[in-house]
C-alpha cells in the first residue's frame, strides 16, 4: 500500500527527493514519515509528520531535511539537502493508516529506496 521512489547515487552536497504514495482503502492517514537503514545499523527514524502537519525530525538531519505530505493525494516526500555520505541508507516510509473496514489505525512500510552519497 505504501510506494516509495526517489532513491538513487549523488555526491556529497547534493540533493535528492524522495516520494512515497499511500493506495488502498484509506479512510485517513495519522502519522507518514521516513526510517532508514544503514548497513551493519539498526533502522532509525529520519522524519515524520502528522495529520495536522506537525514534524519532527532526527537530530542528524535537521536543517538538512524536509518532510512533507499532501493529505489529499496521501503522499509524503521527504526533501534531502546537503548530503553527507553517512545519509547513505535503504529509506523506508512509514505510514499509520486507518482503513475504511478498519477499526484501528495500522502501521504500513514501504518497500524501501536506497540513497548512496559518495564523498
Known amino acids: 500500500q505504501l510506494q516509495a521512489s526517489g532513491g538513487g547515487l549523488v555526491q556529497a552536497g547534493g540533493s535528492l527527493r524522495l516520494s512515497c504514495a499511500a493506495s488502498g482503502s484509506i479512510f485517513s492517514i495519522s502519522v507518514m514519515g521516513w526510517y532508514r537503514q544503514a548497513p551493519g545499523k539498526e533502522r532509525e527514524m529520519v522524519a515524520d509528520i502528522t495529520l495536522g502537519d506537525s514534524t519532527k525530525y532526527a537530530d542528524s538531519v535537521k536543517g538538512r531535511f524536509t518532510c512533507s505530505r499532501d493529505n489529499a493525494k496521501n503522499t509524503v516526500s521527504l526533501e534531502m539537502n546537503s548530503l553527507k555520505p553517512e545519509d547513505t541508507a535503504v529509506y523506508y516510509c512509514?505510514?499509520?493508516?486507518?482503513?475504511?473496514?478498519?477499526?484501528?489505525?495500522?502501521?504500513?512500510w514501504g518497500q524501501g529506496t536506497l540513497v548512496t552519497v559518495s564523498s
Open positions: 512509514n505510514a499509520r493508516i486507518l482503513t475504511r473496514t478498519g477499526r484501528y489505525y495500522n502501521e504500513y
